[in-house]
Structures are given as structure tokens and as C-alpha cells.
């Protein structure tokens, strides 16, 4: 399936904790560069007609207010960790002004933690003014989105299952440390790959910088940008003079094309 052109914007660029983090009085944390304020990581997947939001984060109503966002057509969840769903209550809004429910789209994990975390959204009776979702199960195939084909890719976030998406030949992938060779092959050759990169130092489940720079050049990746990071990884500026070429630090609003 062809994608129409596409504009990515990142809602955030930040982990779990986000950057800067609370108390934390480190230079990266204490910074006035707006490029290391970093909110939870979440991006919007546009074309001309269809709007999708990965991941409601916690920072899901200012990243919408901040993006001026008045449409959305489509959420679709990576995995169930509360820095990814958190914001899920604030589709209200976009009930209200679309008088219409918003489509949701999860793995059957995500799907129970979406039903635990907001259960009065799946009550029998329901109170006026809670979000209205139609929720899908996402599964293997590439399916559509308006005009947007969705092909799921499965990685892995330690022994967690995530799930990355490709949108004609761009690929996210957000919380992971391990991909099979078979998923592997789904994002070869994209253009433009967006992947975790927390910070230099081994996690047990994130990307390293390092880990992220040689996994793009695995895949033959043209253009790779990281995201996820923690306050550990560095001064936005400063590790950016130290990427190789056809590498970038993603940061809060930056807009890009595919």
C-alpha cells in the first residue's frame, strides 16, 4: 500500500521521567535550551486528511494544545507503561468538538491495561462526559488509517512485547532493546528510522546511544533521529557535535517530512 507524503511532529522527546526531571539538579536538567525540555515521547502522523497521535502520555493535553491540534482521528498504542497511556482522558475533547468516538488501537496487553487503568470507560453505564473510544486489536497485518497505511513491527522492551509502527518509509520504535531478524526486515531500507536512545550507559531495556547509531546502520537507515532520552544522555547541543552523519537528537516540536 502507498502512504500519501507525510508530516511527523514530536509531541515528546523525553523518557519515563521526562527532562528536565523533578529535583534533579544536573546541567542538563538545570538548561535553558527548549531542546532539552523534554515532555514524555509521543508523535502525531499527519497527511492531508488523517491525524494520528502514538501514545497518550501524561503530557498528552499540553502536547495537543501546544501542536494546535483540533482533529484527531486515530490513537495507536506502542505498549501499556503509564508514560505511554496515561493521557488517554483527555480524547474527551476531541469527543466533544467531533461528536464522534475516537479510534483506539492496542495489543490485547495494552488493551487490559487500558481496561484496569480507565475502567469507567468501559462501564456498563457510563457516566455523561467520559472519553468514547472504538477499540481495535492490532495484530500482524498492515491496516489502514484514512489514507495511512499502519504496518505494525514487534520489538522488544526487555521481555516486554511493544509493538513499532511503519508509515510508508518512515518507522517508529519506542521502548526497545531487541528486534528479531524477521522484524528487522520490515524496517529495512526505511528513509527515516525514529528509535529510543536513552543514555551511553547499558540498560536493560533501552537502546544506547551507541546501540541505536549501529542498529540504523544495520538496517541501511538514510535518516535516523533518537528520541526517549533521559537527562543522562547529555546536553542536547553537545551530543549532537558528536553524531555521524545522517544521525540526529529529536527534540520536542520538531517537525519532519516522509
Known amino acids: 500500500m502507498t502512504s500519501p507524503p507525510l508530516k511527523i511532529t514530536f509531541l515528546g522527546t523525553g523518557t519515563s521521567s521526562g ?6 539538579p544536573c546541567e542538563v536538567c538545570a538548561s535553558t535550551d527548549k531542546k532539552d525540555k523534554r515532555l514524555r515521547s509521543s508523535i502525531m502522523v499527519q497527511s492531508d486528511t488523517t491525524t494520528i497521535v502514538v501514545d497518550t502520555t501524561p503530557d ?8 494546535g491540534v483540533k482533529k484527531l482521528d486515530a490513537v495507536l498504542y506502542t505498549h501499556p507503561h503509564k508514560d505511554h497511556v496515561a493521557g488517554l482522558d483527555d480524547i474527551r475533547a476531541f469527543n466533544f468538538f467531533q461528536q464522534q468516538a475516537i479510534n483506539v488501537y492496542a495489543n490485547e496487553l495494552t488493551q487490559k491495561a487500558l481496561r484496569n487503568e480507565f475502567y469507567y470507560i468501559f462501564a456498563e453505564h457510563k457516566y455523561p462526559g467520559i472519553p468514547e473510544i472504538n477499540l481495535h486489536t492490532i495484530d500482524a497485518q498492515t491496516f489502514m488509517i484514512g489514507d495511512i497505511p499502519v ?8 521481555h516486554m512485547p511493544v509493538i513499532a509502527f511503519r508509515f510508508g518509509d518512515f518507522v517508529y520504535i519506542t521502548d526497545a532493546n531487541k528486534i528479531e531478524d524477521v522484524e528487522k526486515d520490515k524496517i529495512r531500507n526505511a528513509k527515516i528510522l525514529v528509535v529510543n536512545a536513552l543514555r551511553h550507559k547499558k540498560h536493560i531495556s533501552h537502546y544506547t ?12 537507515i538514510e535518516q535516523a533521529y533518537f528520541t526517549h532520552i533521559s537527562h543522562q544522555l547529555g546536553l542536547h547541543e553537545t551530543v549532537s557535535r558528536t553524531l555521524p552523519p545522517g544521525k540526529t537528537l529529536a527534540h520536542d516540536e520538531l517537525v519532519i517530512f516522509s
Not at 527532562?19 to 534533579?24: G, H, L, T, Y
Not at 498528552?60 to 501542536?67: I, K, V
Not at 504496518?151 to 526487555?158: E, G, K, R
Request: contains cysteine; aromatic residues 8%; hydrophobic residues 55%.
Open 19 to 24: 527532562v528536565p526531571m523533578i529535583a534533579c
Open 60 to 67: 498528552f493535553r499540553y502536547q495537543m494544545l501546544r501542536a
Open 151 to 158: 504496518t505494525p513491527i514487534s520489538v522488544w522492551h526487555l
Open 209 to 220: 546511544l551507541d546501540e541505536a547509531i549501529a542498529l540504523s546502520d544495520e538496517l541501511n
